[in-house]
């Protein structure tokens, strides 16, 4: 199993980005997803997450600016990021608790994806 995030990037102050995250592979179903973000010299910290019936929960620093959102179709995760602040530069990663073909559970984490927000 596989997580592919895209979307990052440099945009200004108040700017927006949307992250996607894609998995592929051995899947059979996921269940939670999240997007997580890492600035430097700081601990990786719980962005969004989203689960299987589309319930989601926000870190109060992103709160009415950040929505989680996904197709589970795809096996797809994205994240919409407005009114972007210096703050939320970071990388981030996206994560997947997934239901493998094997009938296994696993924890995944996509590869980062870094956001600069910088005039």
């Known amino acids: 199993v596989q997580l592919q995030a895209s979307g990052g990037g440099l945009v200004q102050p108040g700017g927006s980005l949307k992250l996607s995250c894609a998995a592929s592979?051995?899947?059979?179903?996921?269940?939670?997803m999240g997007w997580y973000r890492q600035a430097p010299g700081k601990q990786r910290e719980l962005v969004a997450g989203?689960?299987?019936?589309?319930?989601?929960n926000y870190a109060d620093s992103v709160k009415g600016r950040f929505t989680i959102s996904r197709d589970n179709a795809k096996n797809t995760v994205y994240l919409q990021m407005n009114s972007l602040k210096p703050e939320d530069t970071a990388v981030y990663y996206c994560?997947?608790?997934?239901?493998?073909?094997?009938?296994?559970?696993?924890?995944?984490w996509g590869q980062g994806t870094l956001v600069t927000v910088s005039s």
């Open positions: 989203i689960t299987s019936g589309g319930s989601t």
């Open positions: 592979g051995a899947v059979f179903e996921i269940n939670d």
């Open positions: 994560n997947a608790a997934v239901l493998r073909t094997d009938w296994r559970r696993a924890n995944y």
